[in-house]
């Protein structure tokens, strides 16, 4: 098409400096008036036979012929005196339209025309080396025209092929072994692999994550979302993905916080989390609590002059409570409701830098008005003192008084219907103060085959780590007539031997 249409520009170029050479010389012919003599005795003026030319230009004639007769014309018109410039004028129009309706024909035909190549290329070479060599120039083909759709329609036929099936899916199933069934569908995914990452890759997400959500590669998934450039256009698609779809929750966690804040985080982690793995709620737990305490920090800085640092580094919420320069007001620079779900939230990270900001939190809603305090649940009802002993102890500050604490909410909740969660929160506290002994006696002697599992204790087996230890469980075990956790605990023991 760009050939055509560089043609008809290069007769354009051609039939105007014809039509200034015309002029010139029509006009130095105005002294040999036998031009217009021999035409005008004819009855033929410089208009009537332009006009022809310009029909035969419409038709595309050879840029030569056409320039020769365009250089004929205009003299004629130029030496019709009545007549010579307007029909100069008119003439050139005509031309320039006829030559602008060439390009527009040049450029209707060209498409169909290469379309109609690519269709009898495509019967050639499968005609002369088979359906497989057909499916190259195919793929070649829809890759070029970056047709990802179409691409992974030839990917799905190319498997078909390869593993001797019909070519296209009917209605009548596949009558397939297991192993060709596992064949079948690995190469589908890579087909779903291929296709979802060149979306992705184009910025594509709508499409690109239809194909690769079936293929679960979570690895491949974080990778490609944390390549997509987000902007106000998408950011909303890349979140939904990420994290209410699972693509890359901890990353699409950070994108939700810092386009639409603290109360949204919250809401979002308390719906989703539960279908997370641990480690993908550590991650985004920690964004959230390093978020809310660098923003309390920055408050309190703002509001208390004296506090600016000196030397660049912010000083910390603890040094901020020990100056004893914080005013009442200093209460209002963060939402209560924020603080203390975020603090409810820290309770499953381990890094202690973590724990430790979780703690300081804590320590300052702990020193917030009452009316600013609400209930949590058990057995952190009364919510800041109830985490300020239970991360204390985790930091390995006051462990006995920590322990003591939720020792005696077992005494106060143990008849009750949160018994279970009570306990289960000693002894996972038990646990992580590493005192594991005291954590599989409370385990065995007052949760286990009492109380449901609600998953916030350890397992037995992951306490078991002495031969004293394991040995105990099995002995539970077998008192309890508990088959199933007998053969658990003995075939852990057996692991570890």
Not at 124 to 132: A, L, N, R
Not at 281 to 303: P, S
Not at 359 to 366: I, K, M, P
Request: net charge negative; charged share 25%.
């Amino acid at each position: 098409m760009q050939h055509e249409v560089s043609e008809g520009r290069e007769r354009q170029k051609l039939g105007k400096l014809c039509c200034f050479l015309g002029g010139r010389v029509g006009r130095w012919q105005l002294k040999n008036r036998w031009w217009y003599r021999f035409f005008t005795a004819k009855g033929i003026d410089g208009f009537t036979l332009y006009w022809p030319l310009v029909k035969l230009a419409d038709r595309r004639v050879p840029s030569l012929f056409l320039g020769a007769s365009l250089f004929w014309g205009t003299i004629q018109a130029s030496t019709t005196i009545s007549l010579s410039r307007a029909t100069a004028v008119l003439g050139q129009r005509y031309v320039n339209l006829a030559l602008k309706q060439s390009h527009y024909v040049n450029q209707k035909t060209t498409k169909p025309s290469s379309m109609t190549t690519s269709f009898e290329q495509l019967k050639q070479i499968t005609d002369d080396k088979g359906v497989e060599a057909g499916l190259d120039f195919l793929e070649q083909h829809v890759r070029r025209d970056k047709d990802f759709a179409r691409l992974f329609e030839v990917l799905k036929m190319r498997v078909r092929h390869g593993m001797g099936l019909p070519i296209l899916y009917s209605r009548t199933r596949d009558s397939l072994s297991e192993a060709d069934q596992r064949q079948l569908e690995d190469g589908l995914l890579a087909a779903c692999r291929e296709v979802g990452t060149l979306f992705l890759k184009q910025g594509d997400l709508a499409h690109g994550w239809n194909y690769l959500q079936p293929v679960g590669d979570r690895e491949l998934n974080e990778k490609l979302i944390r390549g997509l450039k987000v902007d106000d256009q998408n950011s909303d698609d890349v979140i939904e993905v990420a994290v209410s779809q699972g693509a890359a929750p901890a990353y699409g966690f950070q994108l939700l916080l810092q386009r639409y804040g603290t109360c949204d985080a919250i809401t979002t982690f308390d719906q989703v989390a539960h279908g997370l793995t641990l480690d993908v709620q550590r991650e985004m737990a920690a964004t959230l609590v390093c978020h809310l305490y660098d923003e309390l920090v920055g408050n309190l800085i703002n509001l208390v002059t004296e506090l600016k640092p000196i030397s660049g580094e912010m000083p910390s919420l603890n040094s901020i409570l020990e100056s004893g320069k914080l005013a009442p007001e200093s209460a209002c620079v963060i939402d209560a409701t924020h603080l203390s779900s975020v603090v409810r939230i820290s309770r499953i990270l381990q890094d202690p830098e973590l724990i430790q900001r979780a703690c300081e939190l804590s320590r300052f809603g702990d020193s917030l008005a009452d009316d600013l305090k609400y209930p949590g649940e058990v057995p952190f009802e009364d919510v800041y003192p109830d985490h300020l002993f239970y991360y204390s102890a985790i930091l390995g500050q006051d462990v006995d008084a920590g322990l003591d604490h939720f020792r005696k909410k077992i005494d106060q909740h143990g008849a009750q219907q949160y018994g279970g969660m009570v306990i289960e929160t000693y002894v996972e506290l038990l646990a992580r103060v590493g005192r594991n002994d005291d954590a599989i006696d409370v385990l065995t002697e007052q949760l286990l085959g009492r109380y449901p599992a609600m998953g916030i204790a350890p397992e037995a087996h992951e306490l078991a780590e002495t031969a004293k230890q394991k040995q105990k469980l099995l002995e539970h075990f077998q008192g309890a007539s508990d088959l199933l956790g007998f053969g658990q605990a003995l075939w852990h023991k057996h692991q570890d031997e």
